[in-house]
């Protein structure tokens, strides 16, 4: 008895702890979000971005503020959440840490559908991808999960390795599209490299009715992802439908990283990256996990983004550029602790 409240209280002790962790994260957030209004080709003061965002500031700079960056921020910020928290319940429905919309395939249905738009209807704006790459990441999304069935339902393993053998064969069938034709080649590399430059709302309206209904599914199933943690057994026996909640966590990965590579292409390691991170100062709960790739996800992408305009200035790497060469020793990093 009197173990009891000392208990309590290292119990209750980790969990006020979080909250300093979800500030700081929303601190680097807030301040990797002013970066992306203030730097670029052309910096502009931070009493410049505030003034601008208040309607206060006139010139060449507030335009360029309101105008291009502003738009371009809002839009890293959704697609970094939609990655993050689908790379997290990816994870999650596979037990498999290396699992994310990339490995499962929807990042190269995307790539695939775009393409093939560009190739046979000649389109030349990021803006009209959209459809097609939704409709792309959501089939190939789709056909993963209906090869990972066996006996009407869905094996963990047989869908991330289903999701990897259908990336590459998508992968090569693209790479067979743009040979035959140099003009869609043209059009089509900066988009699939994953890019946010010339982004506008125009291109997130579309899509973000998915994205929010991908978002609240996903957060509705989080406490079972705890359950499926230990075991479809377990899961089981606690009465959770194992079935149910993977399909349901499946179609919120296709409605979130569908709606994230409609807008900016197939941005890598940001599925990925984002729940490892937050695993390391939240653990593994995913009550915690899913909340928190809410923030390191657009955290992840608007660094990256920053970083992309300001190494090669005043040109910029595409952001996906830069997710991929800070997320590849990541990617090694982990196939290494996974084989261990």
Known sequence: MPDEPQNVTLAVRPALLRIPVFLAGLGALALCTALSLALGARSVPLSTVVEALFGDGHG???IVVTGLRLPRTVVALAVGAALGVAGAVAQGITRNPLASPTTLGINAGAGFAVVV???????????Q???FAFAGAAGAGLLAQALARRSGELDPVRLALGGVVLQMVLLSWTQAVMLFSERTL?????????????????????????????????????????????????????????????AAGG???????GSAVAVAGPVAFIGLAAPHLVRIVLGNDHRLLV??????????????????????RPSELEVGIVSAFLGAPLLAVLARKVAR
Do not use: K, M
């Open 186 to 246: 043209d059009e089509a590399r900066f988009w699939l490299a994953g890019s946010l430059s010339g982004r506008t709302l125009d291109s997130l309206w579309p899509v973000l009715p998915t994205l929010v209904i991908g978002l609240v599914l996903a957060f509705a199933i989080t406490p079972a992802l705890n359950a499926l943690a230990l075991g479809d057994d377990s899961a089981q026996a606690l009465g959770v439908p194992v079935s149910r909640i993977r």
């Open 117 to 127: 738009a560009i190739y046979a209807l000649h389109l030349d704006q990021p803006v």
């Open 291 to 312: 909340p928190g790739c809410l923030v390191a996800g657009p955290l992840l992408l608007v660094a990256a983004d920053v970083l992309g305009r300001i190494v090669v």
């Open 251 to 257: 179609l919120a990965v296709i409605l979130l990283a």
């Open 60 to 62: 060449r700079d507030a």
């Open 129 to 131: 991808y959209v459809w």
